[in-house]
């Protein structure tokens, strides 16, 4: 294994899942304040799952997304 190339893979994976993912959960907000299903001021319970198969790796990060 090539330490640099599975280093730099694996940043360049967890920057887009970062930058993807922050970019679904403003989309989700803003359209439930929108439609006024939310008052923007909760405490989100979030919840993300990392699955990679080919090493039987499965984990769940908890957390909480605070609105105010």
Partial sequence: ?????FNLSLRKFLKMVGVS???EIE????SA????AITGNE???????L????VKL???FEG???LE
């Fill in 1 to 5: 294994m090539n330490e640099e190339t």
């Fill in 21 to 23: 993912s922050q970019n």
């Fill in 27 to 30: 989309k989700a907000v803003a």
């Fill in 33 to 36: 304040l929108a439609e006024k």
């Fill in 43 to 49: 405490k989100l319970p979030a919840t993300m799952t």
């Fill in 51 to 54: 699955e990679i198969a080919g």
């Fill in 58 to 60: 499965n984990v769940t």
């Fill in 64 to 66: 909480t997304i605070a």
